[in-house]
C-alpha cells in the first residue's frame, strides 16, 4: 500500500519510530482467544445457573428453559406482555431465541444450540441488548434518541475514581492508568478529550467498584456473571462488578476467572459515549468478555459508531496523508481525508496502527 504523506522533519521522526513500534503491538493484538471455561461455576440468582441441556427440541418441556426466559428478559429479547417464566418451550421464547442469536452473531436456528448455551453462559456486561426506540445500523448501535455529550467545543469529559468503592489488590496507579488508555483509545478517533479530576462529586464520568445491590437497580451478581454496566450520556456512571478478578496484566495474573481490566473499561467508556452493543464479535461494544480474554483494540464498527455521534478527531490526519482515492489496477490505496465513514478498502490492521501509533505521542 502507497501512502502520500506530508511532514515536517520532527514529525517524520515521530512517525518512524512510532511505526515499528506499532506494528508489534498490532501484530499482539490478534492472538487466539483463550477456551471458554465450562467448569466455572455461575451464580443462579441472576438466571447464570443454567442446569439444562446444552440442545432442547423446540416443541419440548425442559427443566431450566425459565431460567432461560428471564435471562431473555432480562437482556431485552422477550416483550414484557403476557411474560410467563414456565418451562414451556413455546413459539415467543423460540422468537426470542432467534433474535438473541441474530444479534450476537450466532447460526439462527431458533433452539438452545451448543453455541446459544455456550454464549449465554459467557460473562457479559449488564446493559440491555434491545431496547424499544435504539438507533440501529447495519452494525453499530446508538442509545434512544441518540444521546451524546452536548458540550462547548473542544469538548473536554472529566473522570474520577470514587473514593469509597475501590478493589485492594490493584494499585490505584495501575487502575488509573488502565483507565488512561482506555479513554485513550476513543480520545484517538473523536474530538473530545477526558481528564482525571480530584473532585468526585462534581466528575462527569463516576467509576467505581461495587458488590451487589448498589442502589441503581441493577445489582451485581457475583463472579463470572454480569462483569460491569454503565449508563448513556449525559449520566457518567461506570459501575464495575467488585466480585470479579480484575487484571492488568495476565502475565503475573494466574486466576482462571481474571477479566482484563482494560478490555471492560474501553466498552463501559463506549456506552458512556452513547454507544449500545454490537453484533460484531471482534468490536470492543459486543456485549461478552471470556475470563482471560483481551478485546480492547477499537473495530471499524467501533470507530464508525462513535464518529457517527462526534465526528473525527482531525489530529490524526497526518498533514496531506488522506486523499479519498483507491486503485485496483496500481494496486494503490490512498486514504480519504478524515476518518468518518472508514470503506472496506481501508484494513483494520492499518486503522489500529494509527490508532495505537497516536496513543504513543499521548501517553
Excluded at 444450540?113 to 447495519?138: W, Y
Excluded at 473542544?154 to 488502565?178: C, E, G, K, M, Q
Aim: charged content about 20%; glycine content about 6%; hydrophobic content about 40%.
Amino acid at each position: 500500500m502507497l501512502m502520500l504523506m506530508t511532514f515536517n522533519s520532527h514529525s517524520s521522526l515521530l512517525f518512524l519510530i512510532s511505526l515499528s513500534l506499532c506494528i508489534s503491538i498490532t501484530t499482539l493484538s490478534f492472538t487466539p482467544d483463550t477456551p471458554w471455561l465450562n467448569s466455572v461455576d455461575r451464580n443462579d440468582d441472576n438466571f447464570k445457573g443454567l442446569a439444562i441441556e446444552q440442545a432442547v427440541d423446540g416443541d419440548s418441556n425442559t427443566g431450566g428453559v425459565a431460567k432461560i426466559k428471564r435471562y431473555l428478559h432480562y437482556f431485552g429479547y422477550l416483550p414484557l406482555q403476557n411474560l410467563s417464566f414456565d418451562d414451556q418451550f413455546n413459539s415467543e421464547f423460540e422468537l426470542a431465541i432467534a433474535r438473541y442469536q441474530s444479534k450476537l452473531g450466532l447460526s439462527i436456528t431458533g433452539k438452545l444450540d451448543i453455541n446459544t448455551m455456550k454464549q449465554i453462559l459467557e460473562p457479559r456486561c449488564g446493559v440491555s441488548d434491545f431496547a424499544h426506540g435504539k438507533h440501529v445500523t447495519r452494525r453499530y448501535v446508538h442509545f434512544p434518541g441518540k444521546p451524546r455529550w452536548n458540550r462547548h467545543k473542544p469538548i473536554v469529559l472529566t473522570y474520577a475514581f470514587s473514593p469509597d468503592h475501590f478493589i485492594n489488590y490493584l494499585t490505584s496507579n495501575d487502575v488509573r492508568r488502565v483507565f488512561k488508555r482506555a479513554f485513550a483509545r476513543w480520545a484517538a478517533v473523536i474530538p473530545v478529550s477526558f481528564r482525571e479530576a480530584n473532585d468526585y462529586g462534581f466528575a462527569d464520568i463516576k467509576i467505581g467498584f461495587y458488590s451487589g445491590d448498589h442502589g441503581d437497580g441493577q445489582p451485581f451478581d457475583g463472579v463470572l456473571g454480569i462483569l460491569a454496566h454503565s449508563f448513556s450520556p449525559e449520566s457518567g456512571k461506570l459501575h464495575l462488578d467488585a466480585a470479579e478478578r480484575w487484571a492488568v496484566d495476565f502475565s503475573t495474573e494466574e486466576s482462571k476467572v481474571a477479566v482484563d481490566l482494560e478490555s471492560v473499561a474501553v466498552h463501559e467508556i463506549g456506552h458512556v459515549l452513547g454507544l449500545a452493543h454490537s453484533p460484531v464479535k471482534d468490536a470492543v461494544m459486543y456485549p461478552s468478555l471470556k475470563p482471560r480474554q483481551k478485546r480492547a483494540d477499537l473495530n471499524i464498527d467501533d470507530i464508525e459508531g462513535v464518529q457517527a455521534l462526534y465526528g473525527s478527531n482531525h489530529k490524526l490526519r497526518f498533514g496531506a496523508l488522506l486523499r479519498s482515492e483507491t486503485s485496483v489496477s496500481s494496486g494503490v490505496t490512498l486514504l480519504r481525508q478524515s476518518w468518518i465513514g472508514f470503506t472496506s478498502s481501508l484494513s483494520l490492521p492499518f486503522v489500529q496502527l494509527c490508532i495505537n501509533c497516536f496513543l504513543l505521542f499521548v501517553l
